[in-house]
T-cell receptor, first 110, second 113 residues
Framework: TQLLEQSPQFLSIQEGENLTVYCNSS?????LQWYRQEPGEGPVLLVT?????EVKKLKRLTFQFGDARKDSSLHITAAQPGDTGLYLC??????????FGKGTRLHILP | EPEVTQTPSHQVTQMGQEVILRCVPI?????FYWYRQILGQKVEFLVS????????KSEIFDDQFSVERPDGSNFTLKIRSTKLEDSAMYFC???????????FGSGTRLTVV
């Protein structure tokens, strides 16, 4: 069974601080995605990483795919209250289905 | 930007009743999916659908569940006899091909009482 473990589960930090969220697995994924989910809404795709070692930037968010394509990280620089939300990592597993992590609930204090 | 549309946004049903959750995928997409998320838990795969048939289903997707694409636009999930534990957010997703990312709908919150 392919599993994705996210850490931390919860993170509360002050506005302006930096943070990193991790997504780890013992399985190799063909691609890995990061989503943001608001309460009562569906996951909204932030980024897809495909190549081992790949780094993608989305404004203050930096996403990295591990060299072995088993793990990924999301780094936020100078966090803002608008970054508050649930961040999900998801791997494209075997047989065309997405395996989701449990998510990291991020709260940025003004 | 094209969207995946789900209706209703919230459905309350009596245990044992049948429910049909509806989805309108993006019009030129070929692959369709249902996922669910029980409150406080992770999003779980239910079923994938391509070329008018199920291509993959999880162990959750038992005989009480069925999917259909009755016309060129709708993609439905039917739960034949709902149980309390079926209460969850159900998300529909679609994509054009297997090389691109999914687009998720906003979900239907199903509450079984």
């Amino acid at each position: 069974t392919q599993l994705l473990e996210q850490s931390p589960q919860f993170l509360s930090i002050q506005e302006g601080e930096n943070l990193t969220v991790y997504c780890n697995s013992s399985s190799v994924f063909s691609s890995l995605q990061w989503y943001r989910q608001e309460p009562g809404e569906g996951p909204v795709l932030l980024v897809t990483v495909v190549t081992g070692g790949e780094v993608k930037k989305l404004k203050r968010l930096t996403f990295q795919f591990g060299d072995a394509r088993k793990d990924s990280s999301l780094h936020i620089t100078a966090a803002q209250p608008g970054d508050t939300g649930l961040y999900l990592c998801a791997g494209m597993g075997r047989d065309d289905k997405i395996i989701f992590g449990k998510g990291t609930r991020l709260h940025i204090l003004p | 930007e094209p969207e995946v549309t789900q209706t209703p946004s919230h459905q309350v049903t009596q245990m044992g009743q049948e429910v049909i959750l509806r989805c309108v995928p993006i019009s030129n997409h070929l692959y369709f999916y249902w996922y669910r998320q029980i409150l406080g838990q992770k999003v779980e795969f239910l079923v994938s659908f391509y070329n008018n048939e199920i291509s993959e289903k999880s162990e959750i997707f038992d005989d009480q569940f069925s999917v259909e694409r009755p016309d060129g636009s709708n993609f439905t999930l039917k739960i034949r006899s709902t149980k309390l534990e079926d209460s969850a957010m159900y998300f529909c997703a679609s994509r054009y091909d297997r090389e691109v990312s999914y687009t998720f709908g906003s979900g239907t919150r199903l509450t079984v009482v």
